[in-house]
């Protein structure tokens, strides 16, 4: 066997190996209960046959050969041979019945997608086996198409089976806006309907050829020709846009997608501090949520009307600062012991602070003060009363009056007078404060003497003291100011429930956090916000999705460690240390040199 057809029939079997495991998991079968296309394609089918499909694509994209007939000839293999694990599967349910009461997964769902519901196994497994070779070569064809057309083709592609993956969360935006008889002729019960679907696609598509093509290349020439004022004003008309969007942005999402985007907003909040410690200061700090959890605590303490509060409580307001100014301290401290130790060994530390906190929260040691597992009850929701919510009526109400002409609107008082952060679409806006000033901090740290102190701390930390900066002073730095974000997170979590309790602060906080920094980039603050999107966005749109996030998780670091380990969206200091020469598209990933 030569070395190509190994790696054909290498890729092939893996292919084969990563399908069957979904399937053996639970992944297929779950997904395969919601449609992409109506009566036609589910999310699991899409899966499935994704596989062969993206095995036919390396095999071509990784082969020498230059013959059509040759590529032709091991697509179609590696497709074939993608099949293989699943058709040994089904003959040994075939003979063997009792396999399903050791995988519990492989039941009569999953062999009716794995034998395309036909009632005979063996001729369904091997008509399994044809359909995944023609997949294959359908693979060969994508990746012999030139770029200009493939990569708009996949983007096409890609935002329309996203837009019939969550047709859920689209009607539930359009429904106010258009008629029953429109959301029928677009969308069925799950899915997008095959005509809409495919008007879509083709749009979407000419609009990304059209912009690879010669709009891109017109936008940029027209940047570039701007006077330095005219970039000024067009800097200001876009930050003025945005703000006007993130402003309607609950009107048009609603109370579902609100809440799942302030969940979001809480671990980019999070997100923001950690990436200060990790991606500026290369300080991997696994005990995060202690910094989270304190900022909580200190927030129901000052603010509870339960017997745990102080006699007279305090306000959101009040409380907000010394809640972040206390996980500041708990940083500096914790930071302490820490100084000295590096990679493995700070991060064992750092996760044993984070133990030792979940622990005394759950104590009865603590419980008189701070309530044990009973938690603290009764924090008031954050809100604004008095002359200042009253002036503030003034501006909102003619402008609410304005947008409910489009069934629109933003923050307004109530018949009180009074500005509540209770429900999901008035708290969007409290988490979008606290993003934008993390956010607006976190810009000014990247660009500044400090900033560049911890990076240099980060490439090498002897190196950055034998040129004469205090890395004790930065580390302990860059421990306090990280933990600003967390408690000023672990605030407003604990006036959203208005209850606190020690489940809430368990280690897999940490862990989340570290994960969408880690897949969004390093160091990139972007990539935090994309990063958190991907990986506590996505999984709360789709409720499929709940049963495996943790294995979703590993599965999305794995992959980005091996195929982009600089992120989703680096930052341009990281990407150059990945790749090298960020100019250089040959460059070679870090993880791929011997």
Not at 2 to 29: C, H, K, Y
Not at 57 to 79: N, T
Request: glycine letters at 10%; one cysteine or more; a neutral charge.
């Amino acid at each position: 066997m030569n070395e190509q057809l190994r790696r054909t029939v290498n890729m092939g079997l893996i292919a084969g190996a990563v399908t069957l495991s979904l399937g053996m998991i639970g992944i297929i079968d779950a997904f395969n209960q919601r449609f992409v296309i109506t009566d036609l394609i589910t999310l699991g089918q899409l899966l499935l046959f994704g596989m062969p499909l993206i095995a036919g694509f390396l095999v071509i994209s990784r082969l020498e050969a230059d013959a059509f007939g040759s590529r032709l000839l091991h697509g179609g293999v590696a497709g074939i041979l993608t099949g293989v694990p699943i058709f040994v599967l089904l003959l040994i349910t075939l003979i063997w019945e009792t396999i399903r009461d050791s995988f519990i997964n492989v039941k009569p769902d999953l062999i009716a997608i794995f034998t395309l519901n036909n009632e005979n196994v063996v001729v369904g497994g091997l008509l399994l086996m044809l359909v995944f070779g023609g997949l294959g070569l359908v693979g060969v064809g994508l990746a012999l198409l030139p770029n200009r057309f493939r990569r708009p083709l996949f983007m096409g592609l890609a935002w329309s089976v996203g837009c019939g993956i969550m047709s859920d969360i689209l009607i539930g935006v359009l429904r106010p806006r258009l008629s029953n008889d429109a959301l029928r002729s677009l969308f069925g019960s799950t899915g997008l309907k095959w005509v809409p679907f495919v008007v879509l696609f083709v749009v979407l598509t000419a609009v990304f050829f059209w912009w690879q093509q010669s709009g891109q290349t017109r936008y940029q020439t027209m940047r570039q020709n701007f006077t330095p004022n005219q970039q000024k004003n067009s800097r200001r008309i876009s930050i003025s846009l945005l703000i006007i969007f993130l402003l309607i942005l609950p009107s048009l999402l609603g109370v579902y997608l609100s809440e799942i985007f302030n969940e979001v907003g809480r671990f980019v909040l999070m997100g923001l501090g950690l990436n200060i410690a990790i991606g500026l200061a290369g300080l991997l700090d696994l005990g995060y949520v202690t910094n989270f959890a304190v900022g909580a605590y200190i927030m129901a303490l000052l603010t509870s009307n339960s017997d745990f509060g102080v006699a007279e409580p305090w306000t959101f307001w009040l409380a907000v600062p010394i809640c972040v100014v206390a996980a500041m301290f708990t940083g500096f401290v914790l930071a302490l012991p820490v100084l000295k130790m590096r990679g493995d060994y700070l991060a064992i530390a750092t996760l044993g602070f984070g133990e030792i906190i979940r622990v005394l929260a759950r104590s009865d040691a603590l419980k008189p003060f701070i309530g044990g597992a009973q938690g603290i009850l009764q924090i008031p929701a954050a809100k604004i009363s008095g002359f200042l919510a009253q002036a503030m009526g003034v501006v909102l109400d003619p402008i609410n009056n304005f947008l409910g002409r489009f069934e629109l609107g933003i923050l307004a008082t109530n018949g009180e007078g009074e500005i509540i952060f209770g429900n999901p679409p008035q708290l969007y806006y409290l988490f979008i404060l606290a993003s934008l000033l993390m956010l607006f901090v976190s810009r000014r740290l990247n660009n500044s003497r400090t900033g560049r102190r911890w990076m240099a701390i980060r490439e090498d930390e002897d190196v950055a003291a034998a040129m004469g900066i205090n890395t004790t002073n930065a580390k302990v730095l860059a421990f306090t100011l990280s933990a600003a974000s967390g408690g000023l997170a672990g605030a407003i979590f604990a006036a959203k429930l208005g209850s606190i309790f020690p489940t809430s602060f368990e280690l897999l906080i940490s862990v989340n956090v570290l994960s969408l920094i880690i897949v969004g980039g390093l160091g990139s603050i972007p990539g935090v916000i994309v990063g958190a999107f991907a990986l506590v966005g996505i999984p709360q749109l789709l409720s499929e999705f709940a049963e495996f996030r943790l294995l979703l998780y590993g599965i999305a670091l794995i992959v980005m460690m091996l195929v982009r380990p600089e992120g989703l969206w680096p930052s341009e200091v990281h990407r150059r240390e990945i790749q090298g020469n960020g100019d250089d598209e040959t460059a070679v990933p870090v993880t791929a040199k011997s």
